[in-house]
């Protein structure tokens, strides 16, 4: 399978704890994109990287939330002291150029996350 | 501020019709919009993507329209099949503020009945 790939693609935690997702991107593709999904709602944009460097970020992305792409391959978003409102979707995508551009984004399948 | 509307209820018809899906926005001024599938528990898959100079775009049975003076896009599935069914999201960039990300709309939910 050649396409984004995200795991674990469900966690359950205990509120104030930290948790990490990961999120390996389709190959040759040096645009990677989180983005927050909830139930009946469409994604919401939280970050942007090209290559390893982070060009942009949301308002949602909270100081509890970091991403990093060390590498500019794979990237990892770690929430920490984790919150019941933190329930959601996490999609991870990627493109071969910018969104701006007219790429297509490819999603991955996301991460579901449950805070109890 | 800026905004997407969708259809927030679910569109119900029947296999064979053609299902029209409304994405409206307020406060733009993008210069492409694109259609995406999600089905339940998975994530978006791009359909179509229709650029500020295009009226309308077409492959196999989908068409979109985009009319950048009413800030409408029309989103058109026709003979539709019951493996038609899914929520249908609408995104535009933000050429205005220079973001690289997509805007979402909220979706609209397609049940066609056999």
């Known amino acids: 399978d050649t396409g984004v790939s995200q795991n674990p693609r469900h966690k359950i935690t205990k509120r104030g704890q930290n948790v990490t997702f990961r999120c390996d991107p389709i190959?040759?593709?040096?645009?990677l994109y989180w983005y927050r999904q909830t139930l009946g709602q469409g994604p919401e944009f939280l970050t942007y990287f090209q290559n390893e460097a982070q060009l942009e970020k949301s308002r949602l992305l909270s100081d509890r939330f970091s991403a990093e792409r060390p590498k500019g391959s794979f990237s990892t978003l770690e929430i920490q002291r984790t919150e019941q409102g933190d329930s959601a979707m996490y999609l991870c995508?990627?493109?071969?150029?910018?969104?701006?551009?007219?790429?297509?984004?490819?999603f991955g399948e996301g991460s579901w996350l449950t805070v109890v | 501020s800026q905004k997407i509307e969708q259809n927030s209820e679910a569109l119900n018809i029947q296999e064979g019709k053609t299902a029209t899906l409304t994405c409206n926005y307020t406060?733009?001024?993008?210069?492409?919009l694109q259609w995406y599938r999600q089905d339940p528990g998975r994530g978006p898959v791009f359909l179509l993507l229709?650029?500020?100079?295009?009226k309308e775009k077409r492959k196999e049975r989908l068409k979109v329209t985009f009319d950048t003076t009413l800030k409408q896009s029309l989103f058109h599935i026709t003979a539709s099949q019951p493996a038609d069914s899914a929520t249908y999201l609408c995104a535009l960039d933000k050429s205005d503020t220079g973001r690289r990300a997509l805007t979402f709309g909220s979706g609209t939910r397609l049940q066609v009945q056999p």
């Open positions: 229709i650029r500020e100079n295009e």
């Open positions: 406060n733009y001024s993008p210069a492409y």
């Open positions: 190959s040759e593709h040096n645009r």
């Open positions: 995508a990627s493109s071969p150029g910018g969104a701006r551009s007219g790429n297509t984004i490819y």
